[in-house]
């Protein structure tokens, strides 16, 4: 099942409709309103399984003879075309990936027990294939990175275990893990959630004849075990979908829906008799919808259900009062974090940051990794790709950014509210950007021009960074946005809140994109996971982010006390201060609204405290979640202790001027 570009629907399956001798393969086409618009029979062809393609047409995928095969079809249910692959029997599953090709899971003839990944492009030509020897599995989703990962069971009939397997996007595995006990264990279904882990669900059992439980697993981005979930109503859990408070709801049987809050507690159930669910996803308006099958006369008409002859059946299920909307989460008291390792030891209980990891701080692996960056942010569009690369290869820039993981960091801004900062590189506003002395163990500052030298240089602690030792660039890039803004070394506190500002919303579109940067604990990943804490919480009753105002502490939980994220800085009695060409740009992409001559001043922080064009609703769930804040706070909700308290909280170096 997928939906459509008009908020319709696609199903495929079987049914008895249309013949006496048993069930043929079908396609049905909804409206919005689950009314049918067309159904189309396949007689040679066994469609399993239906994605939406990137151009709003759909392709569906199965087997056609003793192949896999997949077509695509057109929003009135022709043939645009039809492909078959060799040494693939069939596809049980099918998703769209970034580059608007397709990857497909299904049965190979080049393995004993053969099930395999196939990847194709937007045409349907083959790219790779490659088959392992698996008992099975039905669970198979693309991943954020360009990838793709099925959740499937291994072992020997009477003693299977459930098995995780991650693709990186040139059909490598990258992640194995096995889950369970001494029993019969599998996973049917599987969802990536937004902090990049994954939700594994299937069935536990003693014994496989046993009826068993329905089963979750969730895993982080590295596989490692976080909870699980159990459920003796539930059979099989044949479905999983990531809600907007980080949570899940599950679909199995004889139970149609269940809704798990984010720790894996049990919320609220919704049961439907006579149908298997068998498909699930959550549609543009915030609702889920369910397809499956029934019996004849087994299920009786609904408002939200639309039905075809008995065999197929299509149910769309209103929000349950308990489970909010997004601008319902955000109008809540500010989220605490679950996890205080995370954030600043100043704020919360934590251990001391780790060192940047030891890595090939080379040119090639600078430049393998930024790639990765770009194709994930602009993948298909590969000539965007090219351009930022073409920022890390050129010469005039090498000269003022010598060291590879700095020239990384600066070129992966491209297509981010930091973008401006590269033309502020290649314009000369720097002498350098390099790694020397910085005070108070900071992790960058600005330093005054040499004699000579007809600008000021950025420095970044050779402490923290080496030939042999960096951060990554994808926790440099916000810092470098933040000092690009400054001009010379002696700043205004309302220079500090503005360039602090911008900063953590860059910050927060590389987490949107990579959600393990905020698990790195080291001093860049917790100072800007802490400052992106207190910017989501700064908001006012109707939910709006802000920077001025808040309903309460930005920082729950802690015994340090700030009402908003803009309270962090000593700048309110602050002069206004000359501005540059890139303010004015950063601004215009971060409020939407022409800027011209923008000082740091009084007016430019009103002007983001009132407009912020960034991050959707959603996006800010989306962040809450990948920090991993509580988005159902109650008053008595501390699941994490103070820290050792202190000033200089959003800048905990303790830094005066420009030391960042």
Known sequence: ??????????????????????????????????????????????????????????????????????????????????????????????????????????????????????KVDENGALKWADAYDLPGGSG??????????????????????????????????????????????????????????????????????????????????????KWTFTSDDLREITAVVETSDGGFMLIGEPLWLVKIDASGEEQWTTMLEGFRAEAAMQAADGQFVVGGKTERGSWEQSPHAYTGDGDFLLVKHEKHEKFPNTEELLKRPAFPPTNGEFFSPVVYEASPAKAPPYWDVYEAESGRRLRRTLERRFCPNHDRVEDATAVFDDEEIRE??????????????????????????????????????????????IRLPESGSKAPEIVFNDRHQSRHQSEHHRLLAPVLTHMTLHRDSMNTGQEVLIARAIEVLVFGQFLLEWPELATYRTKASRRNSTGLLARINSRDKDGALRLLTSEENVFPCSAVSLPSFAAGFDWEDDSATPGNATLNRMLEIVTNHSVDDAKFSHETVELLDEHQAVFSPQELVQLGLVLRLSLDPTDDDCPVDPGVGGDAILDPNGCTESTT
Not at 175 to 201: I, M, N, P, V
Not at 400 to 413: D, T
Not at 414 to 441: M, Q, S, W
């Open 1 to 118: 099942m997928t939906e459509t570009d008009d908020g319709g629907f696609a199903l495929v399956g079987r049914t008895r409709s249309f013949s006496d001798s048993g069930y043929t393969s079908w396609l049905v086409r909804t409206d919005s309103s689950g009314e049918k618009l067309w159904g189309r029979v396949f007689s040679e062809s066994f469609p399993n399984a239906v994605v939406r393609a990137g151009d709003g047409d759909i392709v569906v995928a199965g087997g056609r003879g003793k192949f896999l095969w997949l077509a695509k079809i057109d929003s009135d249910g022709r043939d645009v075309w039809s492909k078959t692959v060799d040494n693939f029997a069939k596809a049980s599953a099918v998703d769209r990936t970034c580059d608007n090709g397709f990857g497909l899971f299904g049965r190979s003839y080049e393995a004993f027990q053969g099930w395999g990944v196939v």
């Open 140 to 225: 198979f989703t693309a991943t954020a990175d360009g990838g793709f990962a099925a959740a499937v069971w291994t072992g020997p009939r009477d003693r299977r275990q459930g098995l995780l397997i991650k693709w990186d996007s040139d059909g490598d595995v990258e992640l194995r893990k096995e889950y369970g006990g001494d029993g019969h264990d599998y996973f049917s279904s599987l969802t990536q959630s937004g902090d990049g882990g994954f939700a594994l669900g299937g069935r536990t059992a003693p014994e496989e004849c046993d009826e068993g439980q329905g089963w979750l697993v969730r895993v982080d981005q590295n596989g490692e075990e």
């Open 400 to 445: 003022i950014v010598p060291y590879p993981p700095l020239r990384a960091a600066l070129a992966s801004l491209y297509g981010t509210v930091g973008e401006p900062a590269i033309n502020a590189i290649k314009d000369g506003h720097f002498d350098a950007v390099r790694l020397g002395d910085v005070p108070h163990d900071g992790i960058a500052c």
